[in-house]
């Protein structure tokens, strides 16, 4: 009878973990780029709630939304880590990296956007990781533009006020992060940028 009893205990616990719903995943490509000039990104990796890393490292970028890769599946950020300069050339105007947690309404927020619009038959979206000299964003957008499909966002869905205009003002996003990192007129140690910098001065020193 014992044995009974655990062999249906057993059961019965195969049988809830098969009913656990899906950790939320999203299909994304990763764009790197800037609303205020030339920088240049040598290390932003986004740490997910899973312990997933996701790479937007993108060098040289400019303009908004910026450069672009294919990227892939994954869950809401959890962490942003990274360096980049102003400007593209050396001597660069200034260096700033970021070691920051993302706050834990992300993946609420990437779920009302998935769930904004009305009509919108798209299953993929972007994770964009915008520099402005020390600040740092992380968007979310389903990529909507009106020229092309019809954006016209479901009543209600969007009861806590996340969902704002890109800066281009030409679709909807929402705010993952808004931060920023530390600022300094000089490389900071251990980074690419310190070790051009050395090859520079050693070049001008022959």
């Known amino acids: 009878m014992i044995k009974w009893k655990a062999l249906l205990s057993f059961l019965l616990l195969i049988s809830l973990i098969g009913c656990e719903p899906e950790p939320y995943t999203a299909e994304v490509g990763f764009t790197n780029g800037s609303t205020s000039g030339e920088h240049g990104v040598k290390r932003m990796v986004i740490t997910t709630q899973s312990g997933g ?15 672009h890769s294919s ?3 994954m869950d809401a950020p959890a962490y942003i880590d990274g360096y980049w300069a102003k400007g593209w050339e050396y001597p660069f105007k200034s260096y ?8 834990d309404n992300a993946e609420a927020k990437m779920k009302t956007m998935d769930n904004y619009y009305q009509n919108l038959d798209r ?7 915008i520099v402005d000299g020390q600040r740092v964003r992380v968007f979310y957008t389903k990529n909507c533009l009106d020229k092309l499909a019809d954006c016209t966002p479901k009543k209600g869905a969007d009861p806590n006020g996340w969902v704002k205009k890109s800066p281009r003002n030409l679709t909807d996003v929402v705010v993952l992060f808004d931060g920023k990192g530390e600022s ?17 001065k050693a070049s ?3």
């Open 184 to 200: 300094s007129s000089t490389p900071f140690p251990n980074t690419f940028f310190a070790d051009l910098e050395k090859r520079k």
């Open 96 to 103: 700033h990296r970021i070691s920051a947690p993302i706050p």
């Open 53 to 67: 890393k996701a790479s937007f490292s993108m060098g040289a970028v400019s303009g908004y939304p910026g450069a």
């Open 204 to 206: 001008e020193s022959e």
């Open 123 to 129: 299953d993929y979206g972007s994770i964009q990781v």
């Open 71 to 73: 990227g892939g599946r």
